[in-house]
């Protein structure tokens, strides 16, 4: 028996889940213990997860789960799962995307080769139309990068191994970078953009991240226990970003913006403006404020806005938008006027 054959014929007899001594193996397959124990670090070496144990009542295992009973699927679920992974490729990065491409490349090989032509070309039968750019909120278009690709994978290994992950997050507003060590809970898709859930070991609170502000993120060796109540669920419908909003309101300069029902109304529609602060105002208006007074958030939305809109503070911002409003009201005016002030 060769080496191959032996080390074969050891991972089968590994997957019982209970141990099998140095010794028993050495007698089954008539070699030494030596050679018993070169074999068994070929195989961690190769990636198998071998469990060792040592003591009197000591010995070998795989580790649970490695080998999985084969799983036949239809032609037809095979394609659906096949258009699945088209769905999710049209985000443009996606979690573990070097898995995802083994997976898909083992569900076409266990087709028939009949239907091989149809399908190993998912795209050619299945279209995804991209998430067009979000023109007007600032800051929620990003291009897929190496860093991002790292931090998804990375953050759900850290789910799939119950492992903490350390990062720095970048912060564009404030243009920082900080450190962060966080226990994984989930990860979900919105408007585009990868968003990574956690606990944040320093503060002790659930967080929300951004994939694509995440740079050099590292699996610790820190094993922690999931928290069963948690849901990624809870997160959905804009709650995560209700939650950031009201912390970014105890952080960050406010911007308030003076508007009418109407308006109101309209940017209770909004996907992000909605979770901001409405409060009744004295003359029958709106009080709108918002975490941010970056020019190129507060001052589109102005302008979208329109009449009936007053951008009470920061001051800076007022006056430049009406110098701006000047500009555009001298270059509106009517001919007739024009001349005359000339």
Known sequence: MNPIERALGILLLLTGGKLVS????????????RTIYRDIDRLIALGVPVDAERGAEGGYRLASGYLQPPVALSRNETAALLAAMALVRSSRTVPLAAELDAAEKKLLA????????????????VGIEPIPADIFHSGTRAEPTEDWQKALDGFMAGILDGKRVRFDHVNPVRKTVKAHDVEPYGVMFDRDLWYLAGRCVDTDVLKVYRADRVRGLEISGLFFRPDKNFSIQSLLGGAWLSNAMRRWEQEEAIAEILITPAQAKKLGADWYYRHAVFTPAKDGRVLISIPSTERARILPLVRWLGPGAELVGPDNLREELAAELEELAALYAPAERVNRSA
């Not at 140095?22 to 213990?33: K, M, N």
């Not at 266990?110 to 039968?125: C, Q, T, Y």
């Open 110 to 125: 266990s087709l028939p080769k009949s239907v091989h032509g149809l399908l190993k070309d998912a795209d050619r039968i």
């Open 22 to 33: 140095a010794t028993t193996l050495a007698e089954r397959f008539q070699v030494s213990l």
